[in-house]
Each structure stands twice: as C-alpha cells, then as structure tokens.
C-alpha cells in the first residue's frame, strides 16, 4: 500500500488545474465556498478513477481520436477558465460573480489531463494480481480519498491564507493573474 499512497499523494498535492481552481477560489471567496468544489473535485476524481479502474481507460488508449477531443475541450475550458481568474478584479467581483459550482468541477475532472492520466496511470501500474482484483481496486482507491481529500483541503486552506495578505484590489489582480497564468501552463499537460 506504500507504494500507491505515496504515487497518489504525489499525484494530488502537485500543482495542477483542480488545486490552481481551489487555491484561486478559496483566495475570492473563502475557505467555506469553496467546500462544494473541493467536493467536486473529490468525487469527480474518484468517478474518472473507479471507470479506469473498471477498464474504461481502455478507451482512450484503443482510440487515439477519443483522447485528442479530450485534449481540445480541456484546452479549451482552461484558457476559458484562466481568462475568468485573469479578469477578476477583487474578492467576490461583481463581474465575475458566477462562482464555479459542484457539478462545474465534477465534470471538468472528465477532461481534467491530470485526473484522467493519473487514474490511467494508477490502473495501468497497481492493478498487478498480486492479490484479487477487488482488493486492488479498494487499495488503490482509498489511497486516492486520502490523497484527494487531504490535497483538496491543503490547496484551499493555502488560498484562503493567502486572503487576509492580499488586502487591496492591486494586489487581488496580481494574485489572479499569476494564478491565471499557472493555469493556462497546466496546458502543457494537455499537450504532451
């Protein structure tokens, strides 16, 4: 179990699309809106990870066409994404005021380039018959509610410390921006 806790803490804590979005929501909003993303991400992880699981990563691997739409929307929802953090001005900003929801994020994590390939990844390395299936499948999976959870609260908690520092609209800007920025380099993700 070692093995897979430490490939999904690493997986989860390391910067990519879910924590830039959590750690930037939780910046403009607080810790406690940003509760129902944290959920999303959480249980849209853990679906995109139990299909892989199950075979359904097959999928993209069988058919290369699959994965490249894939890769256009998530493209796509993320320069979509950056652009919205970009231009938020201050917290809870009256242009910006459609806060991302629950069901936003749970879908995004089917065109998430991390989740997907780390929940490829975790069927393709862990699934071993070493022992039966189904106890594979339940290791591999409470390693990543341990990671996705502790990741999620740790990325949300950072951005919402960073709230009281980041006590004037100049320096709001700054923040979105180079968190918009980071977003739009997970892009790379996408890409290779």
Not at 26 to 54: D, Q
Not at 138 to 159: D, E, H, N, Q
Request: proline fraction near 3%.
């Amino acid at each position: 179990m070692t093995p897979i806790l430490t490939f999904a803490m690493i997986a989860a804590i390391t910067p990519g699309p879910n924590n830039i979005i959590l750690s930037t929501n939780a910046v403009n909003y607080g810790f406690k809106e940003t509760i129902p993303l944290m959920m999303g991400v959480f249980f849209g992880f853990l679906s995109i990870l139990t299909l892989c699981l199950l075979g359904i990563g097959e999928l993209y691997k069988s058919f290369p066409a699959i994965a490249m739409i894939v890769k256009i929307v998530a493209t796509c929802f993320l320069v979509y994404l950056s652009f919205r953090i970009f231009t938020s001005s201050s917290f809870s900003d009256e242009k910006n005021s459609k806060k991302f929801s629950f069901k936003d994020i749970y879908f995004f994590q089917i065109i998430n380039p991390k989740a997907v390939t780390v929940s490829m990844s975790s069927s393709a390395i862990f699934i071993q018959n070493k022992f039966s299936y189904q106890i594979e499948f339940i290791l591999i999976f409470l390693c990543f509610v341990i990671s996705t959870s502790t990741s999620a609260i740790a990325w949300a908690a950072i951005g919402h410390s960073f709230r009281k520092y980041l006590d004037d609209k100049k320096k709001i800007v700054i923040f979105n921006r180079i968190m918009a920025i980071l977003l739009l380099m997970s892009i790379s993700f996408i890409i290779l």
